[in-house]
């Protein structure tokens, strides 16, 4: 709509499958979406008849708020179906709950899963189109768009910025989304965290491995920060939250190193005094309010463009 | 049925007696006749001309899921995979439910087994219930048919069972084969590299298999008992092997052909049917095993056939079980060596036949005269394509489905019993 250019994807997988082009399709069209959450009435009929499902099988509060409020705003009838209620519990296999749920006819399903590649798999039983909102530690692309957005917002060009990432990048799909999708803008990305959660060949999707938390900040754009856990099935990969803090946390000091306009992003939810102190996360850098924002008008632009195509 | 057969023109392929040369070869009631023996009058002749004959293949590493796990595969079935793929002999490891712990199970396998298109030969299990504490009765299970003993799927994390399973499984002749993973480094589904980063799974380094094969070597070296390395799927491992087997280290090993042919790239769509144990390693490893099959530092190119149904593989990436089927695909896979010029026909025949009898002690992998008339005739040059419909194996858990194979068994002979035949009568 924004643009001229026709959306090819039937399905929302993830950053690797969208190409520069699609990207700058996909937000101009999230940009055109923005200012109707801004209206007193923030309602458009655009997906009205439109049943959209939101299959969640990991807990979500944000992700799954955002794209419900971007489907209502479209006038589509959503649903949620989450571990809790779903019958996977009673030991459905994700084929069957698909094959079911495609029986109703949606026509959008918007997955969360554990498993990286459950989305993937989804497609094979299903008509409906297929949104990842998170698969295991692979993608979570409306998250990678809705940053690539934010920064946008902030920035002339994406071209050439330094966007550094710290904090769990082998647990992330943030991390991956964001490498991919900022990558392709012609960005850098620079990577930092103990290397407990550092994965092997991390750089060969196109990110740059620091030695140094400084090195990874310095002259810095953008200052992303993913979410911390101490331990994960019983793999020890940190002392503490405080030693994590102390030796790999953002402080104003940290911060200070990135140009003085860096903005300081976080996909949420913040473990305050963890990955960031409070004053930054509150600090007149951050931009963690904006992501929220802007992952409303994103989900609203991949609803959109993933109907028009199917 | 007749066992009794003439067979004329072939490519004889007989490393245990240094022959190959194209020559008849003749079968009487079941057996290899010597040079000097007449042809009786009406025995059948087999055109073998454009064919290579060879003793039959064994397969050292196979899950016939019999008793337990009927729906995936059992020994009738497993067996007729078996000789559709050119094997007259399949070991049979010992995960099974219940576990082939106890002469009783040995006993029901090699009962079951009377009827089976293939020689089945049982792996007993190192410890109880594969549980890794108390030792099985390797006595009577030798006694009831097994070949060897193995912990198969469950490595043995009790260094001090492992020495004493060796040094007790000496007494009896039988050789341990050994899973070789360090499980603590191994809660991963698939090799650790950029592959695995950039699709979001969870790595198994080939530290983990390095580890627990340089243990099994120290051991050996210790004990002096004999010790076969299953599924190497690493260049670690291979060069850990090598340099025991340099210095006299009573080790042997094997490989699969998923090893030598796929690497861990092939996972990229998150199919299930790449999903093993060990996983699909880098190019590196790929070439490394490749290059340890042609110098000696493997010794056999076993399947680890292992048949799952779909509800084990039609799930989730992380949730889907180990393994794939590999009797009806290992011969096709290892000519491309040949083909290739990685090994040559001789050490094909080494690798699938002549080794793993030896390794399991069997009186098998020769055409010796007197020899049972265990005979796998080959067409290296057939193409096929391996389709869902012609699968053999109950289970269709194969990445190699609808490939364009080329080199297959035409007939597969045990004791002189045709088994598998794709020759016109």
């Known amino acids: ?310 | 049925m007749n066992v009794s057969w003439h067979i004329r023109g072939g490519r004889i392929i007989d490393p245990a007696n240094g022959i190959d040369r194209v020559a008849d070869l003749l079968v009487v009631d079941g057996r290899i006749a010597g040079p000097a023996q007449a042809v009786p009058p009406g025995v059948v002749e087999i055109d073998a001309r454009g064919l290579w004959v060879v003793p039959g293949l064994t397969d050292m590493h196979v899950h016939l899921r019999e008793p337990g796990e009927e729906y995936k595969e059992d020994i009738l079935s497993g067996t007729r995979a078996a000789a559709a793929g050119g094997f007259t002999g399949v070991a049979c490891m010992p995960n099974t439910r219940p576990v082939n712990d106890s002469a009783t199970v040995t006993a029901m396998i090699v009962a079951r087994a009377a009827a089976a298109s293939a020689r089945v030969y049982p792996v007993g299990a190192i410890s109880l219930g594969s549980e890794g504490t108390h030792l099985a009765e390797f006595g009577e299970m030798r006694d009831a048919g097994i070949v060897a003993v193995s912990d198969d799927g469950r490595p043995v994390r009790d260094s001090q069972l492992m020495r004493r399973a060796l040094e007790y499984a000496s007494d009896f002749g039988l050789p341990i084969i050994s899973h070789s993973e360090e499980a603590a480094l191994s809660t991963g589904v698939m090799h650790e590299g950029p592959v695995a980063t950039r699709l979001g799974l969870k790595g198994i380094p080939a530290a983990a298999e390095a580890i627990m094969v340089y243990r099994e070597i120290a051991l050996a070296e210790l004990t002096g008992a004999r010790v076969h390395i299953a599924h190497v799927s690493t260049a670690m491992a291979v060069d850990l092997i090598r340099t025991a087997k340099s210095r006299g280290v009573p080790v042997t090993a094997e490989s699969a052909p998923h090893y030598f042919t796929l690497i861990d790239e092939a996972v990229s769509g998150y199919d299930t049917a790449t999903k093993m144990n060990p996983p699909l390693r880098s190019a590196a490893d790929r070439e490394a095993i490749r290059q340890a099959l042609a110098d000696g530092t493997l010794d056999a190119v076993a399947t680890d056939h292992a048949p799952h149904s779909i509800l084990e593989k039609e799930v989730e990436f992380d949730l889907a079980a180990n393994g794939i089927i590999g009797l009806e695909t290992a011969l096709p896979l290892t000519l491309a060596l040949v083909r290739d010029h990685v090994i040559d026909e001789r050490r094909l025949v080494e690798l699938l036949a002549v080794n793993p009898a030896a390794i399991l002690g069997l009186a098998a992998g020769t055409l010796s005269p007197g020899a049972a008339a265990d005979i796998t005739l080959i067409d290296p040059e057939r193409r096929f394509v391996y389709t869902a419909d012609q699968i053999v194996s109950k289970s269709r858990n194969t990445p190699f489905l609808d490939w364009t194979l080329q080199g297959r068994a035409v007939l597969t002979m045990v004791g002189g019993a045709i088994r598998h035949t794709l020759l016109a009568a």
């Open chain 1, 1 to 310: 709509m924004a643009t001229g250019t026709t959306f090819a994807h039937r399905h929302i997988l993830g950053m690797e499958q969208l190409s520069r082009e699609d990207i700058v399709h996909i937000l101009a069209t999230a940009d055109s979406f923005k200012e109707i959450s801004t209206r007193s009435i923030k309602k458009v009929p655009t997906l009205r008849g439109h049943t959209i499902i939101n299959l969640f099988f990991e807990p979500s509060t944000r992700t799954r708020l955002s794209f419900e409020v971007a489907a209502k705003r479209m006038s589509a009838d959503t649903f949620n179906i989450s571990p809790s209620t779903s019958s996977t519990t009673k030991g459905e296999t994700l084929a069957d709950t698909a094959r079911n749920i495609s029986a109703m006819h949606p026509d959008i399903i918007i997955i969360r899963h554990s498993c990286s590649g459950a989305p993937l798999f989804l497609t094979r039983y299903v008509q409906a189109a297929v949104i990842n909102a998170g698969d295991g530690a692979h993608e979570h692309p409306s998250q990678g768009l809705l940053d690539l957005m934010t920064v946008k917002e902030h920035r002339a060009t994406l071209s050439g910025l330094k966007i550094a990432i710290v904090g769990d990048i082998a647990h992330s799909r943030v991390a991956r989304s964001d490498i991919i999708g900022f990558t392709r803008m012609g960005s850098e990305v620079y990577i930092y965290g103990p290397a407990t959660l550092i994965p092997k060949g991390i750089d060969q999707l196109g990110a740059r491995l620091c030695a140094s938390l400084e090195e990874a900040v310095r002259d810095a754009d953008v200052v992303m920060t993913l979410r911390i856990q101490r331990e994960r099935q019983n793999d020890p990969l940190l002392p503490s939250l405080r030693e994590y803090s102390r030796q790999f946390g953002i402080s104003r000091h940290i911060l200070s190193l990135a140009r003085p306009d860096a903005l300081v992003m976080h996909p949420g939810p913040v473990n305050r005094g963890v990955e960031l102190p409070p004053e930054v996360v509150d600090g007149p850098q951050s931009v963690i309010l904006d992501q929220v924002t802007n992952g409303v008008a994103v989900r609203m632009a991949l609803l959109y463009l993933v109907m028009g195509n199917s």
